[in-house]
């Protein structure tokens, strides 16, 4: 793909820009695009990524001058040797369309995008400072891996070393080997101190086991104590008791003796000490109260004597009541009165007036006077007929406009034009024409480039190569040919080995026999086996000699004499001879089979090789070369083959396209040229299309014209019926006035008659209203005044006169509340009176009562006649309670007994020992102190017991752990997962390394020198643990490239980049490349190597390089002569 | 007459779930299954049965605290100072209900067993017997006394009815032998999830535990209140659990932005919990992928909107791998050789080796969680987190 021309139609600041690159000229396709600060290069990048991908589905940040949906963006581009003409609006749907505005699928543009979405072809296809910079930081941070580096330049993309990273600090915040804090060992403290919680939380079976039996046991002691405690006790309260007896006995004598002081009698009634000395108060109260009340008495009867009723005046009281009382007209009687003696006079003055304006109307309206008035005067009435007569008068200039514009109508209409016909058929026949018509010349171009190209790779072979491949069957895989050279090569090489093994093994054969001989023929390497054979010989000789004696045989003798001496003295001084004979022996035998087994070596090698020969002849055979071209023209001629083939099945898929689209075309052909036929239309001498389309056109206009047409005949209609209607509806509204008049004064008047009258009308129905209103006034307020005069009489008589209503009224209240005072006051004092006489009575009586009690309180007792009763009756009260005391000391006496073994207490009076009592009380003690010991023991128990089973358990902790197990498990989860993940990606980046490495370290390392002036001459690998660290080279100095300075860095980036643009284009294709001001940071001399490395992108695809320094543009067109520059106007 | 029948209350047992990893919500239901007890209770009270019945797992084996035996007796006390009496047989986790060794939990407290298979309440008979202690391989059935002529009879056991699976096969029983034995109501235990079978005159209730304790446990929460009256058996379920446990998959397209996806996860939230409900989630399909750039990402996004919700507390939350989702372009190649790396046997057996190490060195209550069944999974789930995280740093 290429851009020929990007139009800014409403985008950012532009309005109606074009940026035109032109047609590819020459083997350098660059752009220099100069603009100065804010002249909208970083806009129209943008621009060129919406065109291709859409605009964002929401906010855009270049809707500030256009809104949004107003925003457009074109483009011409090249793609497989034609153009297109594209638009992209910001809609939701069918936002691409042709230049036409025609909508077109996306996959237009898709098919030629490679797969790549926005941000890929934004990260792959472009490159500005911030990218170098960062680029040079991620090689930095990548420790010059080599496949992170590799992966940064074909992807642009450079923060790899950081997402890795994070990743593992994912994984290592969950778990690492040996660590302390990480997620795992954290987890394990928890989980051991909840293990510790739940332990001492949880009452377990056996532990509960042991704290029953131990509460079991402490019982059962407790029991036993409190035994012996009870016992202690019962013989100490039974010491006490006999005690106690005793002691009351002698507090009997006592009392008994205090009472022979005192008077004889019975004993007084309970209380009867407190109710003398009251009863003595109470006469003497009553006389004082006796004198109080006749003083009283008197003063009352003296007060009486000044009073004298009046009985007329409360005579009054019930008819003032009653007149205030009363209503008239739903109103107080009085304010009735007190209105109308202010009023009435005036009331019928105005009666008067308004009669006179009234006759005066009635005259107006009809000629008689207010005797006889018009009949109807209703405000209802006058407002139906107003209504009615302003409804007829708009409905008669209604009618008039109606019929006024239907005869206008009817004067513009003319004759009716012609009808066209088979518009719909033409239209979709040249519709299917422009959209599915194939472009013929493109596809012939195509088949022609691609029979070209086939037989451009079949150059060498002979004519009939594809029968022959047929013949040997299907061409055999890289990966098949790979394996028989390979093996080829290797036999070889086996065979090779095993010959010089096996000459190696002769050479050491025929050593370790030669030093075998030299061993043997030591002497001192005679063995045991040799002494004894020449002692047999000397034996003999002996023998021999014994028997014959003579000279031959002692000459015998003697040799083997000596030969055996010889022998045995060599024996004796050669064991090292002997030993190394023995390693001789040992090395031989192991040369021989090492001899052997070189020897099978060698036939095994010469076998393999054999085969393997064989299989690469036949390889040969099967890739049409002779039996016996070498391995380098196999593989050539395999990857020639494959290349023919591929390109010759291009050509067929090309070559069948073609006569598809033929096809097509001639139908789309044909059916266009029969609907323009049938809708009249006429070929002449001109194509088909132009013709058909201007012939639709024709069709088109002619069919707005008779639609217009059509569309004002039915006006006409229309307005006729209008017309109509409105006259209909003027005469519906006369009737209905003449309807509303019936019966009134305006019956058989004219409307505009009744329309000038209405206003009188309306007045006089007013006046009328007034003088009934008046009449009923004036009435109500002389029955008022007639109802008062009936109802004061009593008043005015007793009263007489007053100045009005309100007087006489007032002045007969204030008579009847003076005389209800006085009679008020009579009664109150004859109360007083009687009140005082009964008083005096009942004070008598309660002193004589008084008296009497006392008496009868004291009857009996020995010196009752006493002056003083209270002080009497206090002696005779101590008497009596020292009786009460003696009967009690007898019955405590009885009761000490009570509940005691009558024996045992008996037992225990008869003994007289004062030690007694303290001794038993020890006993006691002790046993308390016994069984408070037991108790409490058991208590513990007890409690023991309850605390365990009441504590509650260890639900909380057990939460906690069965909780922090969750969490464990999900974190193991999703550490083992981005471990896994993690380590995917180092192997993947491992593989990338050794896949890319050919190519791109190539591409790398000519850009780098280019970038660097030569200064880093080659870049090679170093190998580090599992992966590759990428190294340059300088004077022969190697540096890693992470040790690189921060600027060269950024040039190796570059470089990288500029490496993975060669092999995307290589496998994919080209696409426009943006670079935005990337060489500002760089000096001449590399800004210089850098617009030669744009111009070697140039040569690969599109270069587009966006600058704001004219210096540069200036150096492009020095470095890059087939440059084309544009220049952005400055921002307004 | 009427009766509260539930089972399975495994006291004191913890529930499993991350989020009781929040302080505030495992202070509120570390003692969930008393709770549920006390709830128990009160309804039994409220709704006036005859008598409570308790099929069962009462305790839990896992949680061997003689104090629980505390709650239940002080909980079954408050009953019987009701009025209402507890009828309840031992199940294969009530080693607790021994009461030769801990006593009786209570005068109005019947155990059934051996030595006393059945009790009157009212006009009802009531039988059952207990978890012997060892496997029970067998039928329990056949130990059961005969209908009572003329009385109400309802039976209490401990048991795998036909059909059910995930749990012991513990006592198997066919449900055609309950429903044809003569009992007008079975009341069962075993099986976390409720169930019904309905017979011509008799009916068989699994409650399901009145408190589920995990994910797994999702059909439970309730008690069933059981009416018998002329009209033959009638069972009611009542919901008497703290929490619910669900699981809900939010599908999340490519195409929305951040703001509609958390719109569209906050939606599927809100229509997953039904009152005080932990949640397991898993977010699927393209526009999720985000979400597994970082540990725990996902996590924290979706506890905000949790928490705006109120009542809802998460589980774990998973990623779905979107295999749908082509090869991003530009981390592309990386991403599509990790997925040929992946595909090998040698990486296989590497992942293998790295997940035992792990697993190694996990407490051993925690190592199922990534036994080697897992590795399929997780290697699908780390190749996305990755392929996640490198997309991110090219939007970055």
């Known amino acids: 793909m290429r851009l020929r021309r990007l139009d800014l139609v409403r985008y950012g600041h532009f309005e109606g820009q074009s940026l035109d690159f032109g047609a590819a000229t020459g083997d350098c396709d660059v752009t220099v695009v100069y603009g100065p600060n804010e002249a909208g290069k970083s806009t129209a990048f943008t621009a060129w990524l919406d065109l291709l991908y859409g605009f964002p589905p929401r906010n855009t940040p270049y809707a500030f001058r256009f809104d949004r949906k107003d925003l457009l963006v074109g483009a011409e581009i090249e793609v497989d040797g034609g153009t297109l003409t594209l638009q992209r609006t910001p809609k939701k749907t069918g936002s691409l369309t042709d230049g036409d505005g025609r909508g077109l699928p996306e996959h237009v543009l898709a098919t030629h995008l490679h797969g790549l979405d926005r941000d890929a072809y934004r990260t792959r296809f472009s490159l500005n400072d911030a990218v170098l910079r960062s680029g040079g930081e991620e090689i930095a941070a990548a420790k010059g891996d080599l496949g992170r580096l590799l992966h940064a330049g074909t992807s642009g993309l450079s923060g790899l070393s950081q997402a890795l990273d994070d990743v593992q600090s994912d994984v290592d915040a969950f778990y690492q080997k040996g660590g302390s804090k990480q997620a795992v060992p954290e987890a394990k403290r928890q989980l051991k101190a909840l293990d510790a919680t739940i332990h001492d939380g949880r009452l377990a079976p056996l532990r509960h086991d042991d704290l029953l039996r131990t509460r079991d046991a402490r019982r059962a002691e407790a029991g036993a104590a409190r035994d012996r405690l009870s016992e202690a006790r019962r013989a100490l309260a039974h010491a006490e008791a006999a005690a106690r007896r005793a002691a009351l006995r002698a507090e009997r004598d006592r009392v008994a003796r205090q009472l022979d002081d005192f008077p004889d009698g019975p004993d007084l009634p309970p209380d009867a000490v407190p109710e003398i000395a009251a009863l003595v108060e109470n006469a003497r109260e009553a006389d004082a109260r006796r004198a109080r009340s006749i003083a009283a008495r008197d003063a009352a009867a003296d007060r009486l004597h000044g009073l004298v009723p009046d009985p007329d005046g409360l005579d009054l009281g019930p008819v003032i009541a009653e007149i205030r009382e009363m209503t008239f007209d739903g109103q107080p009687l009085l304010m009735r009165v007190g209105g109308a003696e202010a009023d009435l006079d005036r009331r019928r003055d105005e009666r008067a007036a308004v009669a006179r304006d009234a006759d005066r109307l009635c005259r107006k309206i009809t000629g008689r006077g207010l005797d006889d008035p018009p009949p109807g005067l209703r405000r209802e009435i006058h407002d139906r007929l107003d209504a009615a007569v302003q409804r007829l008068a708009e409905a008669e200039v209604e009618a008039r406009a109606a019929r006024t514009t239907m005869d206008d109508a009817r004067e513009d209409h003319g004759a009716p034009p012609p009808v066209p016909k088979g518009e719909d058929a033409l239209s979709d026949a040249l519709a299917a024409m422009q959209e599915d018509a194939p472009d013929l010349d493109a596809l012939r171009e195509t088949a022609a480039d691609s029979d070209a190209a086939a037989d451009s790779a079949a150059e060498g072979l002979a004519q009939d190569w594809r029968a022959r491949l ?28 095993a010959d010089t093994h096996a000459s190696d093994a002769r050479a050491a ?39 014959a004696l003579d000279a031959v045989t002692a000459d015998r003798f003697e040799a083997a004499l000596r030969a055996d001496d010889a022998a045995i003295a060599a024996h004796a001084a050669g064991a090292d001879a002997r030993a190394a004979l023995l390693a001789r022996q040992e090395e031989l035998a192991a040369a021989e089979v090492e001899a052997r087994t070189a020897l099978e070596l060698v036939e095994s090698a010469k076998a393999r090789n ?21 391995g ?55 194509a088909l299309v132009p013709a058909a389309r201007r012939h639709l056109e024709t069709l088109r206009g002619a069919q707005a014209a008779r639609t217009a047409w059509e569309d004002q005949a039915a006006r006409i209609d229309k307005l006729a019926k209008l017309a109509e209607r409105a006259e209909r509806d003027a005469r519906a509204r006369l009737a209905v006035v003449e309807d509303v008049a019936a019966g009134s004064w305006a019956e058989g008047m004219a409307p505009q008659a009744i329309r000038a009258a209405l206003p009188d009308a309306r007045d006089l129905a007013g006046l009328m209203g007034d003088l009934r209103d008046l009449d009923r006034r004036i009435d109500a307020m002389e029955r008022a005044l007639a109802a008062f005069g009936a109802a004061a009489a009593l008043p005015r008589r007793i009263i007489g006169d007053a100045e009005g209503a309100d007087a006489l009224i007032r002045a007969a209240e204030s008579r009847f509340r003076a005389a209800e005072e006085t009679a008020r006051e009579i009664a109150t004092q004859s109360t007083a009176h009687e009140k005082a006489d009964e008083a005096i009575r009942t ?64 037992g225990e009076e008869s003994v007289d020992d004062p030690a007694r009592l ?48 969750e969490d464990l498990r999900s974190g193991a989860r999703d550490a083992a997962a981005r471990m896994i993940g993690l380590a995917a990606a180092r192997a993947a980046l491992r593989r990338l390394g050794e896949d890319r490495r050919g190519l791109m370290l190539r591409e790398t390392q000519a850009a780098f020198a280019t970038l660097t002036g030569g200064v880093w001459e080659r870049l090679e690998t170093w190998r580090e643990g599992q992966g590759e660290r990428m190294v340059g080279i300088s004077d022969d100095v190697p540096v890693p490239a992470d040790g690189m300075s921060t600027g060269t860095r950024a040039q190796l980036y570059l470089a990288l980049r500029i490496a993975g643009h060669a092999a995307f284009v290589a496998e994919a294709g080209p696409l426009p490349f943006v670079t935005d001001d990337i060489l500002e940071t760089f000096d001449d001399t590399r800004a210089a190597a850098a617009l030669e490395l744009t111009a070697e992108l140039g040569r690969r695809g599109q270069a587009i390089l966006f600058t704001h320094h004219v210096h540069l543009v200036e150096m492009a067109r020095t470095r890059i002569p087939e440059a084309r520059v544009i220049t952005l106007p400055p921002r307004k | 007459m009427r009766f509260l029948h539930a089972a399975d209350l495994h006291l004191d047992s913890p529930l499993r779930s991350v989020a009781l990893r929040d302080p505030d919500l495992a202070g509120r239901l570390h003692d969930a299954s008393r709770q549920v007890l006390a709830r128990i209770v009160d309804l039994a009270i409220e709704r006036r049965v005859d008598a409570l019945l308790l099929a069962g797992d009462v ?64 006009a009802a008979t009531i039988h059952g017997t207990s978890h012997s202690g060892g496997p029970e391989t067998r039928s329990l059935l056949p130990r059961y006394p005969a209908p009572v002529p003329g009385r109400i009879n309802l039976g209490l056991m401990h048991c795998s009815p036909d059909g059910t699976r995930g749990h012991d096969p513990y006592a198997p029983c066919a449900v055609s032998d309950l429903l044809e034995h003569g009992y007008d109501y079975w009341a069962l235990g075993h099986i976390h999830a409720r169930q019904e079978w309905r017979g011509d005159r008799a009916l068989v209730v699994m409650p399901g535990i009145p408190q589920g304790r995990h994910i797994r446990e999702s059909r439970g929460g309730s008690v069933t209140l059981v009416r018998i009256d002329g009209e033959g058996p009638q069972a009611e379920e009542l919901p008497v659990g703290l929490v619910g446990f669900r699981e809900v998959s939010i599908d999340l397209p490519g195409d929305d932005t951040q703001t509609a996806r958390l719109h569209r996860i906050a939606d599927g939230l809100r229509g997953a919990a039904e009152g005080p409900t932990v949640l397991r989630v898993t977010l699927a399909g393209p526009g999720a992928q985000p979400f597994a750039a970082g540990a725990g990402d996902a996590r924290h996004a979706l506890s905000e909107l949790a928490a705006e919700i109120g009542e809802l507390y998460l589980d774990r939350v998973r990623v779905a791998p979107d295999l749908s989702v082509p090869d991003d372009a530009a981390a592309g190649d990386l991403v599509a050789l990790m997925r040929l790396e992946a595909g090998t046997a040698g990486f296989r057996e590497e992942a293998a080796r790295m997940l035992s190490d792990l697993r190694d060195a996990l407490p051993p209550e925690a190592r199922d969680a990534i036994d080697d ?17 490198l997309s991110m740093a090219r939007s970055e």
């Open chain 2, 59 to 122: 305790f839990d084996n896992g949680v061997p605290d003689v104090a629980t035996r505390t709650v239940l007796a002080r909980a079954l006390g408050r009953l019987g100072a009701a009025g209402i009496p507890t009828v309840l047989i031992r199940g294969n986790h009530d080693g607790l209900l021994d009461p030769a060794r801990y006593g009786a939990l209570g005068d109005s407290v019947f155990l059934l067993d051996a030595d006393r298979p059945s009790v009157e309440i009212g």
């Open chain 1, 470 to 497: 047929s013949d040997t069957g299907e061409l055999p895989g890289d990966d098949t040919v790979a394996a028989v050279l390979s093996e080829a090569e290797h036999a070889a090489t086996r065979l090779a080995e």
């Open chain 2, 373 to 389: 069944d897992t590795l399929e999974g997780l290697m699908a789930d780390g190749l996305a987190a990755v392929a996640a995280r």
């Open chain 1, 509 to 547: 054969l025929e050593t370790a026999r030669a030093r075998l001989d030299a061993a043997e023929r030591n002497p001192g390497s005679v063995d045991a086996a040799a002494l004894q054979r020449l002692r047999g010989e000397r034996e003999a000789a002996w023998s021999a000699h014994r028997a």
């Open chain 1, 918 to 965: 303290p001794l038993l009380a020890d006993a006691v003690a002790t046993a308390e102190a016994e069984a408070d010991t037991a108790n409490q023991a058991l208590g513990a128990a007890e409690e023991a017991l309850r605390g365990a089973l009441d504590a509650g358990g260890a639900a909380a902790a057990d939460q906690d752990r069965a909780a922090l197990l």
């Open chain 1, 632 to 686: 380098t023209a196999v593989r050539a001629r395999r990857t020639m083959l494959a290349t023919a083939l591929d390109r010759a099945a291009a050509a067929e898929t090309a070559r069948s396209r073609l006569t598809r689209a033929e096809t097509r075309h001639a139908a789309l052909t044909e059916t266009l040229a029969s609907a323009l036929a049938d809708s009249g239309g006429d070929l002449g001498a001109g």
């Open chain 1, 610 to 630: 054999d085969k393997a020969m064989k299989a690469l002849a036949e390889m040969a055979a099967r890739l049409l070369l002779p039996p016996d071209a070498p």
């Open chain 1, 843 to 906: 004070a008598e009586m309660d002193a004589r009562a008084a008296r009497g009690r006392i008496s009868a309180l004291l009857e009996g007792q020995e010196g009752a006649e006493a002056a003083d009763p209270p002080a009497f009756a206090r002696r005779l009260a101590q008497r009596d309670a020292l009786r009460a005391d003696l009967a009690r000391i007898d019955d405590d006496i009885a009761r000490a007994a009570v509940g005691f073994d009558a024996a045992r207490l008996a």
